[in-house]
């Protein structure tokens, strides 16, 4: 499933081609693709109306209109691309597309169809399930420290709750764990201050790696007409259960932790 840096992959591949676009027309191909609400009433919302801008906010993609904002949810295999006149896409899976005042069109490919377009007035009700940005400022080692001292949770299952920190899943929390050697199942209040800043520098710097190298792509991320994120390469734990540790060399273990399989060195990550 598309984390944080699959989803600002492609909050940067579109910005350069949204911004100042009028969206003319929207056609949904597969009905529930807008739910709860229906197609034509979505259309309605949005019509005639300008993209200001394209951002991100966890694992949401936001396009800020002139009036209102749709938000796009990539679930597990929703992708984007932006096919201008003429060029001809790959119309497998479309299940919605947007035609712009440029005629060119953004389509939505989903081969499971959990992916999900949806439009709000004001982005309260969005912001109210979301926890802080692991890329801002405000996230810091003393935040960090102080948010999880009153927290009795699993350290896994915890960073994994959006409304606590928005935008991480299970690739990148086993891969941060891992870097700052805390085991999955530690509790989040028994985390010393030096555990605390190894794991917001793990995270931080994990993340903004993957966003150099556009992301993940395990089985089906992709985004514009087959493009492919090259992080899997640089992935040390992630499905890498059996391979030597790259920091010692025993034997990296797959656990289940919250009904998620979960990638450790039980050398380096011990439990306590
Ligand atoms: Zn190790």
Redesign the pocket.
Known sequence: MPELPEVETVVRYLRPHLGGQVITDFHAHWPKVTAPIVPEEFAECISGRTIREVDRRGKYILWNLDQGHIHIHLRMTGQLSVISPGEVGDGRHITAEFTLSNSRQVAFRDTRKFGRIGYMDDLHALESGLGIEPLSAEFSPEWLHRELASRRRQIKPLLLDQAFIAGLGNIYVDEAL?VA?IHPLKKACDLSSAEAGRLQEAIQEILKESIHQDGTTIISFGFGEGRRGRYRELLQVFRRDGE???????P?VKIRVAQRGTHL?????VPG
Not at 244 to 250: K, L, S
Request: glycine share 0%; aromatic share 6%; with cysteine.
């Open positions: 891992f050697r030597p540790c790259p920091r010692c060399r025993t990296l060195c039980p050398a380096c990550q």
